[in-house]
């Protein structure tokens, strides 16, 4: 039984670019949530997708987009990175029709924008 | 907004010792879940124990247990035999109960030490 996956799984970055980062969640999972983890900190909700559409979005300005595919896998995209986007971006996932309140992590992406 | 903290932002305890990390939230909900999760230095985050509110029974798996206290909005994890490989960061979270997949909120984390 797969795990969530992520990847890459270290990514580094110049101001102004932009970045994409790409999940696959647990086998038998439809919901994917991702979430940045600063360094020291807990874990802060970014969004949440499930068919393919965002259901929840946290404090997190445009610039941080998403994308669900038909097979459930995601894409978190950043435009105009800041160095404070610099963090370890954490996908969840969770399955909607059995313990939607649990979530699984993949290992994450750890972003250094320069 | 529901909130969650944990006090103690370090704590060390011998092997085979029992230690005990606190977490307390605040929230106006009386449907949730809570959860504590492990994050060791390879950055995974692992779902050590789940908690629903509703269930007076405190949750238990294997060497890990919780004390949850509804009234008083507190939830600890207390670990028995404790083993190196149980060091490592140790995060509090809360998710509403509402239908469906909800948001988790995070406490600032625990880091635990093992001394052998």
């Known amino acids: 039984d797969a795990g969530v996956t992520q990847s890459p799984t270290h990514l580094i970055k110049t101001r102004g670019q932009q970045v994409t980062l790409r999940c696959s969640p647990k086998s038998g999972h439809d919901t994917v949530s991702w979430y940045q983890q600063a360094l020291g900190q807990g874990p802060q909700f970014i969004f949440q997708?499930?068919?393919?559409?965002?259901?929840q979005r946290g404090n997190f300005p445009d610039r941080f987009s998403g994308h669900q595919f038909p097979n459930y896998s995601s894409e978190l995209n950043v435009n105009a990175l800041l160095l404070g986007d610099s963090a370890l971006y954490l996908c969840a996932s969770s399955s909607l029709t059995f313990r939607p309140d649990t979530q699984y992590f993949g290992p994450g992406t750890r972003l250094t924008v320069l | 907004a529901q909130t969650v903290t944990q006090s103690q932002p370090e704590m060390s305890v011998q092997e085979a010792e029992t230690v005990t990390l606190s977490c307390t939230y605040d929230t106006s909900e009386s449907d949730y879940y809570l959860f504590w999760y492990k994050q060791p230095p390879s950055r995974q985050m692992i779902l050590v124990i789940r908690?629903?509110?509703?269930?007076?029974q405190n949750a238990t798996e294997n060497r890990f247990s919780v004390n949850f206290q509804k009234a008083a909005k507190s939830f600890s994890l207390k670990i028995s035999d404790s083993q190196l490989g149980d060091a490592a960061m140790y995060f509090c979270?809360?998710?509403?109960?509402?239908?469906?997949?909800?948001?988790?909120?995070f406490g600032q984390g625990t880091r635990l030490t093992i001394n052998p």
């Open positions: 997708y499930y068919e393919e559409e965002e259901r």
């Open positions: 908690q629903e509110a509703y269930k007076q």
């Open positions: 979270a809360y998710t509403r109960g509402i239908q469906g997949a909800q948001k988790l909120v």
